[in-house]
């Protein structure tokens, strides 16, 4: 059985679409796809897509991102009334949102926001990122850091799991040394809404032996503190010179040691 990673497929782009709908229906039947996050805002295009990806994996695990809860037209109220949807879709479906066990692997997916660890954010940030206009939240959710708390206690539970692998996933970054040190000054402006501190910390005390990533669209394959971190993101068309277009296996438990 092999494991690929995937992450911010942004199928809204028909190039995107075109090729995640054209992934072989044959080659990958005894494998899992670890999706992590930004795949749509849209619903039914989301429910098209992990539908289509379903019967082509044994398994799907999924953990949405922050482009999944901006709302639309739909009949939803908050960001968070989106999740808990988003989640009742995927078990509808057979996708994956809770820890899964696959024999001596066990994956581990992590939900969680950005709470500005990374840094704070510049006022044109804080205009020109869309989550502070697309998502809507319930009042108990003041701020960025109360809903990455929100949802870092929803991993809890799961920071327990041991097995003789164990991949963990997230959507969001759990540390900002992941970013290559070539990223240019003005880049470094998105840097305060790429993950969080918090969610570092729960990577270390689950302590996996891979951590997958998303939302950066920096593709990497890097080892810190004895966890190796990828970000296998699709990313949007135009961005070809940092990501791989491809999935990318992150373990084979069929191999055979050399």
């Not at 429910?47 to 695990?61: A, D, H, M």
């Amino acid at each position: 059985m092999r494991f690929f990673a995937l992450s911010d497929i942004h199928v809204d782009y028909s190039e995107n679409l075109d090729w995640i709908e054209a992934v072989s229906s044959d080659k990958y039947r005894n494998d899992v796809l670890i999706l992590a996050g930004d795949a749509t805002d849209d619903l039914v295009l989301l429910e098209r897509i992990l539908s289509g990806l379903r019967v082509k994996f044994s398994s799907v695990l999924f953990v949405p991102g922050n482009h999944e809860l901006w709302l639309r037209e739909e009949d939803v109220d908050c960001s968070l009334e989106k999740f808990s949807i988003i989640k009742k879709l995927c078990q509808s479906l057979g996708v994956e949102t809770d820890v899964a066990h696959f024999g001596e692997v066990s994956v581990v997916p992590l939900h969680s926001w950005y709470d500005f660890s990374f840094g704070q954010p510049s006022r044109h940030l804080l205009r020109a990122w869309r989550d502070f206009r697309e998502c809507r939240w319930p009042g108990f959710l003041d701020g960025a850091e109360a809903i990455n708390k929100h949802f870092l206690a929803m991993n809890t539970d799961r920071l327990g799991v041991s097995n003789d692998k164990v991949i963990s996933f997230s959507h969001f970054m759990p540390r900002i040394d992941l970013m290559p040190e070539r990223i240019p000054e003005k880049r470094k402006i998105v840097y305060p809404v790429l993950g969080s501190e918090s969610l570092g910390k729960q990577v270390s005390q689950l302590n996996p032996d891979i951590h997958i990533y998303g939302h950066s669209h920096v593709n990497r394959n890097i080892e810190v503190d004895d966890i190796c971190y990828v970000n296998n993101a699709f990313a949007y068309p135009s961005e070809e010179n940092i990501s791989r277009k491809k999935l990318y296996c992150v373990l084979n438990t069929n191999s055979k040691p050399s």
